[in-house]
């Protein structure tokens, strides 16, 4: 089959150097995915999301944005 899946696969890799946490954000609120454990540095996770689905990743001390992510966007980064 040549189709896509219903869903994106959306992977997050802790390159912060600090204890970060994953909320998925949804109209007005942010439901916080790692509530149980947060993502230490060098950690990665893994989700089935779909396109138009958008994550946040904050600092686990004191709560700063430091990244957002919308499945099906392709990010570009610097290959130096």
Request: net charge neutral.
């Amino acid at each position: 089959s040549t189709s896509r899946p219903e869903y994106e696969p959306a992977g997050f890799v802790n390159q912060a150097g600090t204890e970060v946490d994953l909320y998925l954000q949804g109209g007005n609120c942010e439901v916080l995915l790692t509530a149980n454990s947060s993502l230490q540095p060098g950690a990665q996770l893994h989700y089935a999301g779909y396109a138009g689905q958008r994550f946040r990743i904050r600092r686990r001390d004191n709560g700063a944005l430091l990244m957002q992510h919308t499945v099906g966007e392709v990010r570009l980064r610097d290959c130096q």
